[in-house]
């Protein structure tokens, strides 16, 4: 057995392992014993064994892929062991149910953040300063021009741009779990009162989001058969897999966004087509990322680096 | 009338694809603006010489001495965002600068004719402290802007069209007449834009300006459906195409870039003043090798636009000619409603008379354009095809009875131009690129064999589409061997077809070839690198070219 807890978490082909408790973090390969941080696709792989996660991502885990898991759930703070190792998760304020997974072992701590963000955002719960010796982070936006806007002066915006064109029905584009509800959370304080449709796959999340006791205003459910043009002056939120031409060409009057950290730079808005961007991020900005680093009090960080996808 | 409402117009712009909607916003942005800030407005927007006070390299050193920050992370930052002015703004953004409260506006017409003038020639340190002071006055709103103009940067996703529309469409005239006040030097001023928008046509204030230039559409097979006789038929020379103007005794050479180029050319202003009538020629200007008959090659007339006031011993030793290929206007009058057919009558009769009424000999440098007549489609396609026998790289056909309308409009001229010449080569480096292209590896350089080894032989720009984009930067980045600053090389595996216009003999090229316009043409999956085309073939290109 490996006393040592220097290597206490690797990285292998399948994700981050760890050998001690056998347990891999967010696999991208099917393994036996898989803890997820969060709800998100790109974190989930099917056909492990036993999956652990807190309940909200389970729930929304259960709604997006049916219900033929084998996942077990835990709270946030609460220890539990496999194989002698502490694990515990806490809230990393990324999405609903998004959690940093603590290990302990030999007095040595080890922290991975999962994906993370610093900001307010009342549709999940905030980011636990958690205090580490060894830090996995994530730095999606690991770099100093990434500076997030106060949330709701983006809402804000948002609601301006929609309202700018009354004649048009204003297709915001966005993912679907987490931001989407976001979105909808602060459009609801912003005084926002026009019409807001929400794509069958949002209307969804939104519902789990309501069940799971958080507050996500009414919204008309969408489908591709009907008609945008008729929305005008309404607000259709949409996946940004739907951003076809095939799909969009059908409507004359839209204007189009995109709701991503990646707009607040104007080659990626422009390369992206979408008329507007707006940046808003679920991932920390740099200063967070720097900020959370120091409050771990971590001796040793490494980081995950994730290749930018639009 | 303020940087503050420039920077929001600039965000309108910014955020709109649809052409009505810019329209709609320029003509608004005109209509509410005052007559000198509308011209600093028109004079950013049509970019066409927007004067750089520092460079963006000196501004991201600025931004590193002033704030302490290391220049390889403002560095690193650049290759995700590929504009030196936004990535200051980004960072400047990140620090807090740039207040938000009570901030200072000020006049586009007091920056541009003012405070960066004055700032452009203060001493290193000096410009250093006043680029921060300006960034503490100023609204964040209009720091990126300001960085923009700074670097000479600016840019944005309109014409030269639609600003000539939103104008017309403003003050309710023709749009021909708004794009031909708006041809040539454009010089900021209430005046200018007050002449701009004047409901009265007045031809003596159009003394120097050029006509918008008539261009040629690319060939299409359907025109072929028609008859031969339709149309004329002359070479295509690889010249640049210019407007010789002699109005009032005062000549003037505009490229069709819209530059004045007297300077360049001065034999040519010379001999023109021989030239006893008033007129407007359209036509190309070539440097000539008198001994072989031919053009020289486009690299030498690239060399004589760039010398400004050349030496006698330039101008002997890069003769020029113009072409002469239009008339459109003639002691003042405005030829340009009639119809090719009697436009060339025109030009062959006052040409002829023009070079045996001079006292000097001008037939060296003027000549005109000869025509040429095939007989069928079957004909016109043959002279294409021998076209580089004599230096051109195809045909124009020009439609006999159009009149000579701007832009490229269709159906008026088309360009039937010899096949380009391809060389399959291996990719070997890749460049991030800059601008639209940032964050991805679109410059990329070529290789040929040449005893076992790949010989660089071209970079390429163009050519490939958005997703083939994607693909090979994907490709680029997982078969990297080596990176040196922005620049990777990479296994030699991808071919590609890469098509050009001329191939030639240089020194400066490991190669010792250069090739024009060079862009690719296609991405051979098929095709083994090992396959791939050899710097001999390349040389046997360049030998039976002629």
């Given at each position: ?157 948002i609601s301006k741009w929609i309202n700018s064109a009354p004649n048009k029905t204003s297709l915001l ?14 459009l609801s304080?912003t005084n926002f009162k026009n019409n807001i449709f929400t ?18 205003c009414?919204t008309n459910?969408f489908?591709?058969?009907q008609d945008i043009d008729e929305f005008k002056g309404g607000l259709v939120l949409l ?12 409507f004359k009057e839209i204007q189009t966004g ?17 008329d507007k ?34 | ?20 909607k ?525």
């Amino acid at each position: 057995m490996i006393k040592d807890s220097s290597n206490l978490i690797k990285y292998t082909d399948k994700g981050l392992y760890c050998e001690l408790a056998d347990t891999w973090i967010d696999p991208h390969k099917p393994v036996n014993r898989a803890l997820i941080t969060h709800a998100h696709m790109d974190h989930f792989t099917f056909g492990c064994n036993e999956y652990i996660s807190t309940y909200e991502t389970a729930m929304i885990l259960k709604e997006r892929i049916g219900s033929e898991i084998n996942i077990k759930t835990c709270e946030y703070g609460k220890e539990f062991k496999i194989n002698g190792i502490n694990i515990s998760f806490h809230p990393s304020g990324h999405i609903l149910g998004s959690s940093q997974i603590k290990f302990k072992f030999a007095e040595e701590r080890w922290l991975i953040t999962g994906d993370f963000k610093r900001q307010k955002d009342e549709t999940c719960k905030e980011f636990e300063k958690v205090k580490t010796d060894y830090l996995i982070s994530e730095s999606t936006f690991g770099l100093p021009i990434f500076k997030w806007e106060e949330t709701q002066k983006t809402a804000f915006d948002i609601s301006k741009w929609i309202n700018s064109a009354p004649n048009k029905t204003s297709l915001l584009f966005c993912y679907s779990l987490g931001k989407a509800q976001r979105l909808l959370n602060e459009l609801s304080k912003t005084n926002f009162k026009n019409n807001i449709f929400t794509h069958t796959t949002i209307y969804k999340m939104n519902k789990c989001y309501k069940k799971l006791g958080i507050d996500i205003c009414d919204t008309n459910k969408f489908d591709k058969t009907q008609d945008i043009d008729e929305f005008k002056g309404g607000l259709v939120l949409l996946p940004p897999t739907l951003y076809k031409r095939s799909f969009l060409k059908k409507f004359k009057e839209i204007q189009t966004g995109f709701a991503s950290g990646w707009m607040s730079i104007r080659a990626l808005r422009k390369r992206s087509g979408y008329d507007k961007g707006f940046a808003i991020s679920d991932h920390a900005d740099w200063e967070d990322i720097l900020k959370t680093i120091t409050e771990s009090e971590a001796k040793n960080v490494f980081f995950i680096m994730e290749i930018v996808k639009l | 009338m303020s940087l503050n409402k420039f920077s929001e117009l600039f965000l309108n712009l910014d955020s709109s694809n649809s052409i009505n909607k810019k329209l709609d916003i320029l003509k608004n942005y005109f209509a509410t603006n005052d007559y000198l800030e509308n011209s600093w407005s028109i004079y950013l927007l049509t970019g066409k010489k927007n004067k750089r006070f520092i460079s963006g390299k000196l501004l991201k050193s600025f931004f590193s001495d002033i704030y302490e920050f290391p220049l390889w992370l403002i560095d690193t930052c650049y290759l995700r965002v590929g504009d030196s002015a936004e990535v200051i703004t980004l960072l400047l953004n990140s620090k807090n600068i740039g207040k938000n409260k009570v901030n200072k506006d000020i006049s586009l017409d007091e920056l541009l004719s003012k405070t960066l003038p004055e700032l452009a020639i203060l001493k290193q340190d000096e410009k250093k402290l006043r680029v921060k002071e300006i960034w503490a006055e100023l609204a964040k709103e209009n720091l990126l802007i300001f960085n923009k103009i700074l670097t000479g940067t600016f840019r944005v996703g309109v014409s030269i069209g639609l600003i000539t529309k939103s104008i017309a469409k403003l003050i309710n005239l023709d749009e021909a007449i708004i794009s031909h006040r708006l041809m040539g030097d454009f010089e900021p001023s209430a005046k200018s834009y007050k002449f701009l928008i004047n409901n009265k046509i007045d031809l003596e204030e159009l003394n120097y300006k050029p006509y918008p230039f008539l261009l040629a559409n690319t060939f299409e097979k359907k025109i072929t459906e028609e008859s031969i006789n339709n149309f004329q038929y002359e070479w295509k020379w690889d010249g640049i195409r210019i407007q010789l103007i002699k109005r009032s005794g005062k000549v003037s050479i505009w490229t069709r870039g819209q530059d004045l180029v007297n300077r360049s050319f001065p034999e040519l202003v010379e001999n023109t003043l021989y030239i006893k009538d008033d007129f407007v020629v359209d036509g190309e200007l070539l440097v000539w090798n008198f001994e072989d008959e031919l053009p020289m090659n486009f690299s030498f007339l690239q060399k004589r636009i760039n010398r400004k006031a050349p030496s006698k011993s330039i101008q002997n030793n890069l003769p020029i000619i113009f072409i002469a290929y239009d008339l459109l206007e003639l002691k003042g009058e405005d030829k340009r409603e009639l119809n090719l057919g009697n436009r060339r009558i025109n030009l062959e009769k006052n040409f002829h008379k023009w070079i045996n009424e001079s006292e000097k000999d001008i037939s060296n440098i003027f000549k005109i354009s000869n025509l040429l007549f095939p007989k069928n489609w079957e004909e016109a396609e043959n002279l294409k095809n021998n076209s580089r026998e004599n230096g051109t790289e195809g045909l124009v056909i020009k439609n006999k009875n159009s009149i000579y309308s701007s832009g490229r409009k269709k159906g008026i001229w088309w360009k039937y131009k010899v096949d380009p010449m391809q060389l399959d080569a291996v990719l070997i480096y890749a460049k991030g690129g800059s601008g639209k292209r940032a964050g991805l590896y679109t410059d990329y350089s070529f290789a040929l064999w040449k005893d076992g080894q790949l010989i660089k032989f071209a970079s390429a720009y163009s050519g490939l589409n958005n997703a083939e984009i994607k693909d090979l930067d994907k490709w680029i980045r997982k078969n990297t061997i080596e990176k040196f600053g922005p620049v990777r090389s990479v296994k030699p595996e991808m071919v590609f077809e890469i098509s050009f216009e001329n191939i030639q003999v240089s020194n400066r090229h490991k190669s010792g070839i250069s090739v024009r316009f060079p862009r690719i043409s296609k991405w051979r999956k098929d095709k083994n690198f090992k396959d791939a085309d050899t710097l001999a073939t390349a040389h046997k290109l360049m030998m039976n070219k002629l």
